[in-house]
């Protein structure tokens, strides 16, 4: 999550657009109730009143989801007045009205990388102590949410 935070900001950055931590919402996935409501409230006080938004990407496609969701109920208009992107790239996202545009990551990849790391790690004679980081290209798929 840290790393998707640190993209996005670095995103905006190239963009010459400033990280608003008034714009950024740290949810739990414990609790849908506390995410629809902060979400909501947010999208009130910032589009409805002071038109503050005119995009929201999303850490993952659930929330992205829920959002699209709330924006409807709101009567916001997605892409004409907020866009949204979403993260996973989930098999609901291309089924979403509109259909969502998401960051794609290379899952068999991830998990093909993951499973020989195990094994190695299993047939080591000695406890491996070292940490490694791996980063793989990503994928922005373009649909209705975001044109």
Known sequence: AAERLNGFKS???DAGIPFDTRHYIECS????????????????KEYLEH???D???GATDIITTRTLGIL???????PSEVAVIGFSNT?????LNPALSTVVQPATEIGELATNKLIATINQTRPI??????EL????????SSL
Do not use: G, W, Y
């Open 11 to 13: 995103a905006l950055s």
């Open 29 to 44: 996935f414990n609790n849908t109730t506390d995410i629809d409501e902060t979400i909501r409230e947010i999208l009130r």
């Open 51 to 53: 038109k503050n938004i």
């Open 55 to 57: 995009a929201i990407f």
């Open 72 to 78: 409807a109920e709101l009567q916001i208009q997605v």
């Open 91 to 95: 098999q609901i996202a291309a089924s």
């Open 129 to 134: 102590h070292e940490f490694e980081t791996i």
């Open 137 to 144: 290209p990503t994928q922005l798929i373009i649909r209705k």
